[in-house]
């Protein structure tokens, strides 16, 4: 399998490493879903990657 056949990326943590990973998926076209402990820190970068 290949980075170009993964199209959906989840990520634990929406801290400064995670926001920054789904930020970098993001840029390349993939759908990117954060959850984090806080159920506010995960519905905005829901919201801008989808």
Known sequence: MML???NLIGIAGAG??????A???SRFG???IVNDIKEENS???LLCSI
């Open 4 to 6: 170009k056949d993964i």
């Open 16 to 21: 400064t490493m995670g926001s920054g990973i």
């Open 23 to 25: 930020q970098i998926f």
């Open 30 to 32: 993939k759908t990117v």
């Open 43 to 45: 519905l905005p970068f």
